[in-house]
């Protein structure tokens, strides 16, 4: 059995994938709670992190992914995870990393601060040192950062994923997971930085348990015209089925943006592209918003409620279910979606405070 956690940090993301062969991918760490206001719902990440890994017995993880680098994915991550490239960032309280996954921008950007530069650090550290680390992108983007260091692309390559692909190193045969990258692009705004947005981790995530296959869109803060070219892309070279999906994280904390560029005045209108990619769900599938709770009325941040509306409609159609990270279970007092996949689909666990949890189940069909 396979576990998927979404922990509640308000705008914020961070997400565990436990393999039923024992490995772990976390996709973004950023622990956004403030400790000195009791009145604070957002999760105590760094506790609850390394209890769901097992710690102290487990103080490595297989994967530490960071989508992109905005502050709401990466906060506190320099405090929590054994560096390589500085000594102040090691000691046996931090989880080691075997292998980091970070978009290009993660590279190539000037300029960062705090947490992002730190971990913008380790990623070049790594990459220079050929050594635990995949980058994100398209092979040629990143010739000239190398050529400026005096290194030759021919040598690093085997460290880049383009779109297109799945990640080297994994199958589902042998690991029951594997995943297909959808995102980044190599885009540059016109002050020369790499849109982070635009150039975000996306990915389809398959697992395998129980000879079934569940799909699980990871989609980090991506916008509606990145959604264009990846539903394009995907349909040109006919690998719908790599945009399937029973669970779907839903993009940028339930914003418009990722849906469409403009919010409406009542329910978000998709792209068409949006539409199609709303449309490859499952019946009985799962969909997580990593949000705030919902308004009532519309506000300038999200998460935007004419957008939750559009999502609703396509919950209904699916008989899905529609998670909010901080309305889980309840308002007043969110917990972590645990999220479990086995031969019979993925199931939504609600948790009871009992000696017995109960269980709500959302299964969808087979694909393919």
Not at 257 to 275: C, I, R, V
Not at 277 to 301: C, F, Y
Request: aromatic share 8%; with cysteine; glycine share 6%.
């Amino acid at each position: 059995m396979t576990k998927v956690k979404f922990y509640p940090l308000g705008n914020a993301d961070s997400c565990l994938i436990q393999t039923g062969a024992g490995k772990y991918f976390l996709f973004d760490y950023a622990d956004m709670r403030n400790p000195d206001d009791i009145d604070d719902k957002r999760i105590n990440l760094a506790e609850k992190f390394k209890e769901d890994i097992d710690w102290p017995k487990r103080k490595e993880i297989d994967v530490l992914a960071f989508t992109h680098g905005d502050n709401d994915h990466v906060k506190k991550a320099a405090e929590m995870f054994w560096l390589d490239h500085a000594i102040k960032y090691q000691g046996d309280d931090r989880v080691k990393i075997k292998e980091l996954w970070v978009p290009a921008a993660l590279i190539v950007e000037e300029g960062s601060e705090d947490d992002t530069r730190v971990i913008r650090s380790e990623a070049r550290y790594r990459f220079l040192q050929k050594s635990g680390i995949k980058v994100f992108a398209r092979p040629g983007h990143l010739e000239k950062w190398l050529n400026d260091q005096g290194k030759s692309l021919s040598d690093y390559k085997h460290l880049i994923v383009d779109a297109g692909q799945c990640v080297p190193g994994l199958t589902l045969e042998g690991d029951g997971i594997e995943f297909f990258v959808h995102s980044p692009f190599a885009k540059r705004t016109d002050e020369g930085l790499l849109d982070r947005n635009d150039n975000c981790l996306v990915m389809q995530a398959t697992i395998r348990e129980g000879g079934r296959d569940s799909r699980f869109l990871i989609t980090a803060d991506s916008v509606s015209e990145s959604w264009v070219d990846i539903v394009n892309s995907t349909r040109k070279h006919s690998n719908d089925h790599r945009l399937a999906w029973d669970l779907f994280k839903i993009p940028h904390h339930c914003s418009y943006l990722s849906m469409a560029d403009e919010k409406g005045d009542h329910k978000t209108k998709p792209t068409p592209e949006f539409e199609w990619l709303l449309n490859q769900g499952n019946e009985r599938a799962i969909m997580v918003s990593s949000s705030w709770p919902i308004p009532d009325t519309t506000k300038d941040q999200p998460p935007h409620v004419e957008t939750y509306r559009r999502y609703e409609e396509t919950a209904d159609k699916l008989d899905a279910q529609l998670v909010v990270t901080m309305e889980h279970p309840k308002i007043n007092n969110p917990k972590t979606v645990n999220i479990l996949v086995d031969g019979a689909g993925v199931t939504l666990k609600h948790e009871v405070p009992s000696a017995v949890g109960v269980i709500t189940t959302t299964k969808s069909p087979r694909v393919g």
